[in-house]
């Protein structure tokens, strides 16, 4: 539904800004925040605060700039797929990063039940922690 994708919109422009509350306000109470194998933050983390706790606040320890630049937004029914990059310095050796993205948001109600995260592991890995 378009109105997902707007919605969809709105939590990369929160994210952007660094305005948590209103990326927050996207997800629903208890979102499975679903991250690779092989990355910094995987696993599945469940709710707010797993999602804040293990995966939001440590972007900084890890990059001195972190970007998600969302490039296409693609409407899939109950699903929002986007397509972007992961864009950034790493925080241990201040060299820039580039890493391509898909992200799938399941959504019910006008919330985020459900984040997946795709995406190179190995090479973001590497680029946060300075073994490119």
């Known amino acids: 539904m378009e109105i997902d994708v707007e919605v969809v919109r709105g939590a990369y422009a929160a994210f952007a800004r660094r305005d948590l509350p209103a990326l927050l306000d996207v997800m629903h109470p208890d979102i499975e925040f679903v991250e690779p194998a092989g990355s910094h933050f995987a696993g599945t983390h469940r709710g707010h605060e797993a999602a804040i706790a293990e995966v939001l606040v440590t972007l900084p320890e890890n990059a001195s ?8 937004f693609l409407d899939a029914g109950e699903e929002v797929v986007v397509l972007g990059h992961h864009r950034g310095q790493s925080a241990v050796t201040g060299e820039s990063f580039e890493v391509p993205f898909a ?26 922690s300075g073994s490119q």
């Open 65 to 72: 700039e972190f970007h998600a630049d969302a490039e296409e």
């Open 103 to 128: 992200h799938v948001w399941t959504m019910r109600d006008g919330l985020a039940v459900r984040f997946r995260s795709y995406h190179d592991t190995a090479k973001l890995r590497a680029a946060l």
